[in-house]
Structure formats: structure tokens, C-alpha cells
């Protein structure tokens, strides 16, 4: 089998900074492990995957992406007409999915990133995050026939520190991209709560980030710098991001209609338990007191960071290897790749 992954043209795959188009170079990777023909259609700065191939497209600014996504058609056409390779276009605008369309084809599929799902025109062959955001595409005219996989991680990447497996630093952290719909206002009021804790606020909002999340990362961090008890970390590397959830009491991601949340299957990954907020797809990936708490309030928040020993490290591990491994993910997309290709319409 051929599967093209077709990203958007605006961060390379995987992305330089912290990132949930991770998930598709993590899908990548582990699809080439199960002996699938890769080809990743993303900018000069991205990786290749093992055993595949990676066909550059012009990078652009974000107000005219939708323009630059149709590269891979116009610089691609032929392999366009491959009827033995799916497509699975993860762009904003999913341009090559309404392209296959258009010409009759259906050997093509669309995965959303947000919660506003305009796109594709042809509302066909969508596969989603979760169910919560499936739940949405339906809302927004899809058919009910429209399919969910949950993502995951890189369980041999992020785990536990081999020499001191479950031993926590005793800080609370925040690791994210900038934006009022992660919440860090949550998480500065907890540091504010707690003055005898540590907490760390990092994620990508500096050289690393768009200027969106470039100013609301300023905006948060001169909020949090007022307090002596939380470090500021902006744009740590991969190798700083595991060394930062590894060793952390948990995560605490309070964020708002997240239609996966990657952050959280990291941090199980890792051993560290998460308090996160009672939204979007979180309620499918926690258990409820024994891999996080979930919140709806923020004196939910607090009865969490006071009671965050309940939680086991060891069960967010296995629950991680269980559930939210890439190799899963590869498999569960396997199934729908197979569908297409007998010319399944969904």
C-alpha cells in the first residue's frame, strides 16, 4: 500500500517548536514500520520518514495558506492520478481531498484540525481526532457515517527516565502552544493558590512560535513572572519537553474544546498524571483518579493540585502503552486506508 500525508504548508513535519502535527509525522513513521509506502508532502525544513519520501511544498505566510495548499496539486499532478495511493490530506482547506472529488475519485480522506469544520467541500470520507470532535463535524453537516481515530505518541520516545523511573521534582507544569484557549490563565491562578508549590509554564512562545502565539506567550509569561514560585521555559526542545513531563507531579492542561490532546498522551507516556479540564475530547482519554482529574471549575483545579498523590504514574504509563501508542494509531488508520481503496464512501 501507498499513503500520501499531505500537511499544511505552514510548519514543518514534525514541527521545529512544540506541535500537534507531530502526530503526523508520529503516523508516518510508525505506518513505514508496518511496511507501508510512504510519501509526506510538507516544507524543505521537514524530516523524511523512514523508508519513505518527502516531496517539498512552498512554505507561505498564514494569511494565504489556502492558496499555498493546492502545491501538491500543482506540482504533483501526476501522482494525483495513482489509483493505488490514498490520500489523507490534513490541511485547513483539504484542497487535494475536494480535488479527488471533484474528478471522481474517492481513493481520498480529510482529518480535521479544529472544532470549525468547513471544509472539505465534499463532505465525504472524513475521519476525525475523537468523538467529541466527530460529535462537531455532524453538527456542522457531515453524516453520521463519519469515522473517528483517536491519535497518539511515540511511547518509546516519551517514557519514563530510565534510571529513576516515577520520580517526580515536585512541580506542576503548563506545556503548550500560547493561546487563551489553553487556558494559562488557569494555570497562573493555581501558582498564585499555591505559593508553596513549584509550577513551570513552557511551551512555544518564542523563536519558535507564530507571532499570534509569539504575543500571548509575552502576555502570559509577564502574568506569571510576578510570581517567584513558576519558571518560565519558553520554546524547549523535544529532548527538554520529556525531561519537563517525566519529571513533573503532572500536567495540568485546563485548555477548552481540544479535539485530541496530544500534550496529555504525552505526559501519560511519560508516567505523569494530568489535571485537565472536563472538555472537548479529554473525558475519552483520562480515567477519572487514577490517570488525572478532570475540572469544570477552578475549585475543581484546586482540590486537584491538593490531592494529585492519589494519581499513579504507573497507571498513566500502562494506560499510554495501552491505548495511546503511534503503532495503534497506524493500525486503526491501516483499517480505513484499506476501506478507501475498495472504494468505500463514508
Known amino acids: 500500500m501507498k499513503v500520501a500525508l499531505v ?30 509506502e510512504v510519501h509526506l508532502f510538507a516544507l524543505p525544513q521537514s524530516q523524511v520518514p523512514e523508508g519513505g519520501f518527502l516531496h517539498y ?12 495548499e493546492q502545491a501538491p496539486i500543482k506540482f504533483y499532478k501526476n501522482m494525483l492520478k495513482d489509483s493505488e495511493m490514498v490520500w489523507h490530506d490534513w490541511g485547513h482547506t483539504h484542497i487535494v481531498h475536494d480535488y479527488l472529488f471533484w474528478n471522481g475519485r474517492s481513493n481520498g480522506l480529510s482529518t480535521p484540525w479544529g472544532v470549525f469544520i468547513q471544509r472539505p467541500f465534499w463532505r465525504k470520507n472524513l475521519v476525525t481526532w ?21 491519535g497518539g505518541t511515540n511511547t518509546d520516545m516519551f517514557c519514563p527516565d530510565s534510571d529513576k523511573p516515577f520520580e517526580k521534582d515536585g512541580y506542576f507544569l503548563f506545556l503548550a502552544r500560547m493561546h487563551p484557549d489553553k487556558r494559562p490563565d ?35 509569561a509577564e502574568m506569571a513572572e510576578k510570581l517567584s514560585n513558576v519558571t518560565i521555559l519558553p520554546d524547549p526542545n523535544k529532548q527538554q519537553q520529556i525531561e519537563l513531563m517525566r519529571h513533573a507531579k503532572a500536567v495540568v492542561h485546563p485548555s477548552v474544546q481540544e479535539c ?8 501519560l507516556a511519560c508516567g505523569t498524571p494530568v489535571i485537565v479540564s ?10 477519572e483518579g487514577k490517570t488525572g482529574f478532570l475540572c469544570e471549575t477552578f475549585g475543581h483545579y484546586v482540590n486537584a493540585v491538593k490531592n494529585v498523590d492519589v494519581l499513579s504514574p504507573e497507571a498513566s504509563r500502562r494506560d499510554a502503552v495501552e491505548r495511546w501508542s503511534r503503532k495503534r494509531v497506524a493500525k486503526d488508520y491501516l483499517k480505513v486506508y484499506e476501506d478507501v481503496l475498495k472504494g468505500a464512501v463514508f
Open 7 to 36: 500537511v499544511p504548508p505552514i510548519f514543518a513535519c514534525p514541527p521545529l517548536g512544540y506541535g500537534g502535527e507531530v502526530m503526523v509525522w508520529d503516523l508516518a513513521e510508525a505506518l513505514g514500520h508496518l511496511g507501508i
Open 260 to 267: 485530541f490532546g496530544l500534550v496529555i498522551v504525552e505526559s
Open 186 to 220: 488557569v494555570f497562573v491562578k493555581l501558582a498564585k493558590e499555591f505559593p508553596n508549590e513549584q509550577f513551570v509554564l513552557s511551551g512555544s512562545f518564542g523563536k519558535t512560535a507564530t507571532p499570534d502565539h509569539a504575543y500571548y506567550g509575552k502576555f502570559y
Open 57 to 68: 511544498v512552498p512554505e507561505c505566510p498564514l494569511d494565504t495558506f489556502w492558496i499555498f
Open 130 to 150: 475523537s468523538r467529541f470532535q466527530r460529535g462537531l463535524a455532524i453538527q456542522q453537516g457531515f453524516p453520521l457515517s463519519t469515522r473517528w481515530v483517536h
Open 278 to 287: 472536563n472538555e472537548g475530547a479529554f473525558p475519552e482519554i483520562v480515567v
